[in-house]
Nanobody, 120 residues
Framework: VQLVESGGGLVQAGGSLRLSCAAS????????MGWYRQAPGKQRELVAR???????NYADSVKGRFTISRDSAKNTVYLQMNSLKPEDTAVYYC???????????????WGQGTQVTVSS
């Protein structure tokens, strides 16, 4: 199973970016998918998460600015980031809980990360 992120980059404060993450490989089912981020010198933190029934939760710091969504037919999760702030600068990682076979339990898979830099 592979998770491939795209959409990161450099943006000015107040701008927007949309991240995408596509899962591929041996996939029987996907439970939840989410986005995490890690800034230099800080621990990785949850940004947003979406379950298989489209329930969502967000970090307090991004509520009202970020929106997570998923296209289950494409095994893809998106993160729309608006009103970006310099403190949103980090490497953003996609994660998913995936069952690769009906005979196996779910496992967590991670993408390679994509850099988001917000300039002031």
């Amino acid at each position: 199973v592979q998770l491939v992120e795209s959409g990161g980059g450099l943006v000015q404060a107040g701008g927007s970016l949309r991240l995408s993450c596509a899962a591929s490989g041996s996939i029987f089912s996907i439970n939840h998918m989410g986005w995490y981020r890690q800034a230099p010198g800080k621990q990785r933190e949850l940004v947003a998460r979406i379950t298989s029934d489209d329930s969502t939760n967000y970090a307090d710091s991004v509520k009202g600015r970020f929106t997570i969504s998923r296209d289950s037919a494409k095994n893809t999760v998106y993160l729309q980031m608006n009103s970006l702030k310099p403190e949103d600068t980090a490497v953003y990682y996609c994660a998913a809980e995936i069952q690769t076979s009906r005979y196996f339990r779910e496992n967590d898979f991670w993408g390679q990360g994509t850099q988001v830099t917000v300039s002031s």
